[in-house]
């Protein structure tokens, strides 16, 4: 069997292969309430034989949201919301997993197909001034975000716990702490976007100090039995900013905090960054990290082909691997791929008088 059909145990979850669907957010979310839309994307991914399902960035807040179009977890009403959508996921031997978000400076910007009318929704459009750990705006355009205080750090890392409590509510199996694409939690690892003065910023242990706080209190609230994975962005590809030492050192402490995976992502922290992006490019990041820091990882960015996949986990660069756009173009993508590797797998059963053996 190739390694991308071989199951993956992490804790009590054993994942029936290792190609996994990466969060992508849809913008078309009601009060961050996940709509039929939701249920169709994840549901025919599930159906296409990923072995996990991760719903978008999900805001711990409403203030949290990239877009007013955003998903979030900060209600009961939110957890409800989802079990319809998880059920589903689960009755096709998919995992169900969230991804839990703040976006930090980056909040409040419109879908990206209203990007023309500009890059901020303002109060009286129906969003807000966002929150970041210095007032230090992302680029031309974007609002000067307000400065955090020590109390409002403290509420984010509680919202995050609740919102796992949630998770579990909701049915999710598997929780992502987003800690990377230059969002809340991203802007205090770097220095590039935190300035602080107190014990949130300047040494490298004060900026992780939020991560590892946030990832400290979901354990608690998260059952044993899932697993939980942080993606980063294992540099901000640019001078004075983020690395992959400091990327190395915060997924050991990660480990430490009860992290089972890093999803190795990287960039977007500022805009004008000269990214090397193709196929695979983001893989060195994965290997790095599952060498040096010895915790699992998975690759993403630019991976679309079944024999490039099972390279990058034959080689021991990754233990799975994340695909993003290719699962949008192709959402049968796993399916297709064990055909072309040779690997028999179960189809839905209502599929299969099209299977090709
Ligand atoms: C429509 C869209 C939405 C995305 N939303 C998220 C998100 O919510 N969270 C996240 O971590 N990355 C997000 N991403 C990034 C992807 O998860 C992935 O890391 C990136 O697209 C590279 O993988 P790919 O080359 O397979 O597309 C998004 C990407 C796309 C195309």
């Not at 197909?113 to 210095?134: D, M, N």
């Not at 999710?172 to 602080?196: D, K, W």
């Not at 790095?288 to 986990?313: C, H, N, S, W, Y």
Request: proline share 9%; aromatic share 8%.
């Amino acid at each position: 069997m190739p390694l991308l059909f071989s199951p993956l145990k992490l804790r009590g979850i054993e994942f029936k292969n290792r190609v996994f669907v990466s969060p992508m957010c849809q913008y078309s979310s009601r009060d961050g309430l996940p709509t039929d839309w939701h249920f169709v994307h994840l549901g025919s991914r599930a159906v296409g034989g990923a072995a996990l399902v991760m719903v978008e960035a999900t805001a711990v807040s409403p203030e949290g949201r990239i877009s007013p179009q955003d998903s979030g977890l900060w209600s009961d009403a939110h957890a409800e919301a989802f079990q319809r959508i998880n059920r589903f996921v689960k009755e096709q031997g998919s995992v169900p997993a969230i991804q839990l978000a703040h976006a930090g400076r980056k909040a409040s910007t419109p879908p990206p197909w209203e990007r023309g009318l500009g890059r901020h929704v303002p109060p009286e459009q129906g969003g807000w001034t966002p929150l970041a750990p210095s007032p230090i705006p992302f680029d031309e355009g974007y609002p000067v975000p307000r400065e955090m205080t020590l109390q409002e750090i403290r509420l984010v890392a509680g919202q995050f716990r609740e919102a796992a409590r949630r998770a579990l509510d909701a049915g999710f199996e598997l929780i992502e702490l987003h800690f990377a694409h230059g969002y809340l939690v991203h802007e205090f690892l770097s220095p590039l976007s935190n300035r602080r003065k107190d014990d949130y910023g300047g040494s490298l242990e004060n900026r992780l100090r939020l991560a590892l706080e946030i990832a400290r209190g979901v354990r608690q609230a998260w059952p044993e039995r899932f697993p939980l994975f942080a993606r980063l962005s294992a540099t901000d590809w640019s001078e004075g900013g983020w690395d992959i030492d400091q990327s190395v050192e915060l997924s050991r402490k990660l480990k430490a905090a009860g992290a089972d995976l890093i999803d190795c992502s990287s960039g977007a922290l500022v805009p004008n960054a000269k990214v090397p992006a193709g196929p695979g490019y983001q893989v060195p990041f994965a290997e790095a990290i599952r060498k040096r820091a010895g915790i699992p990882t998975a690759a993403v960015g630019f991976i679309t082909d079944p024999a490039q996949a099972e390279t990058i986990l034959a080689t021991g660069q990754a233990d799975a691997v994340f695909l993003a756009r290719e699962m949008l173009r192709n959402p049968y993508w796993p399916l297709d791929a064990a055909r072309v590797l040779n690997a028999d797998i179960p189809w839905p059963k209502q599929y299969e008088r099209a299977k090709i053996s």
